[in-house]
């Protein structure tokens, strides 16, 4: 079991890692507020820290990758306790829990914590459909680094 949770952290923390790539070109072109999970950990530790939102960027960017890999740690509790779920493809199994990370923690959140509805947000559609593209991505990730490095159930 411990095992299993060590590989979902390793798992987030290099799907993190390749989520934030494309991130950053577009971090350039829109800011902060164009990258939707930068964007709520800037506020966050903003609120936490006291420091300024323009000095909180690369804490916010910290917290980025802690969430990745706690989020990735309930992928493999999950996929560890219920093995029916090791029979899908991680081509499946990942979209599938990008995009339910997305609707159950993103969304939801985003405005209480940055003001900004995601439905009228400043820069249209384009940062939410990045946003769900890259979890797409991330849970795919996850997925089949777990596959690979989890044993067989």
């Known amino acids: ?11 987030g923390l290099i799907a993190t890692a390749l989520m934030s790539v494309p ?4 971090w350039r072109r829109w800011s902060t507020i164009g990258i939707l999970e930068w964007h709520e950990n800037q506020v966050i530790i903003s609120r ?5 939102p323009d000095r909180s960027l ?6 980025h990758f802690i969430n990745g ?4 740690v309930s992928y493999a509790l999950v996929v560890s306790t219920v093995p029916q779920l090791t029979e899908l ?7 599938v829990f990008g995009l339910i990370l997305w609707v159950l923690t993103l969304y939801p959140i985003h405005r209480p914590i ?7 947000h400043p820069l249209g559609h384009k940062p939410i459909t990045l946003s769900v593209a890259l979890h797409l991505l991330y849970g795919t990730i996850v997925s ?7 044993p067989i159930l």
């Open 1 to 11: 079991m411990i095992y299993d949770l060590l590989i979902g952290l390793i798992s």
């Open 23 to 26: 991130q950053y070109f577009f």
């Open 48 to 52: 936490l820290t006291g420091l300024p």
């Open 58 to 63: 690369v804490p916010g960017f910290a917290l």
């Open 69 to 72: 890999g706690l989020a990735a």
């Open 89 to 95: 493809t991680p081509l499946v199994l990942g979209p």
């Open 114 to 120: 940055t003001g900004v509805d995601l439905s009228r």
């Open 144 to 150: 089949w680094l777990c596959a690979l490095w989890m």
